[in-house]
C-alpha cells in the first residue's frame, strides 16, 4: 500500500506544478480576453490576429464586429480574432 502511493506521488507532484504554472495562468489569460472583447464598442480602435490596425464601426452581434481599417473600407470580423483594444473610446469623447 504504502509502495503504490509513493510511486504516484511523482506524478502528482508534476501535475499540480503544471497545474499552477501552466494551465491556471492559461485560463486567466482567456478570461481577460473573453472580457476585453465583449467590453468592445464603436470607436475603439483594436489590433487583430491578422495584425489590422482598425476602428470598430459597429458591433453587430456577439460574435460579430463591423470595422474600418480606412476611410470608406468596412470589412467584417469574428470577435474572438481581436487581440488587443489600442484605445478605447470613454463618454466624455462622445
Not at 487583430?48 to 476611410?71: L, P
Request: charged share 25%.
Amino acid at each position: 500500500m504504502n509502495d503504490t502511493l509513493l510511486t504516484f506521488l511523482p506524478l502528482v507532484l508534476i501535475f499540480v506544478v503544471f497545474y499552477f504554472l501552466l494551465i491556471r495562468p492559461q485560463q486567466k489569460k482567456m478570461k481577460e480576453h473573453k472580457e476585453m472583447i465583449s467590453k468592445v464598442k464603436r470607436g475603439d480602435k483594436i489590433l487583430t490576429a491578422g495584425g489590422i490596425y482598425c476602428k470598430v464601426s459597429r458591433v453587430i452581434d456577439e460574435t460579430q464586429v463591423e470595422v474600418e481599417i480606412t476611410n470608406g473600407v468596412k470589412i467584417l470580423i469574428s470577435k474572438p480574432t481581436i487581440t488587443d483594444v489600442i484605445s478605447s473610446t470613454d463618454s466624455s469623447n462622445s
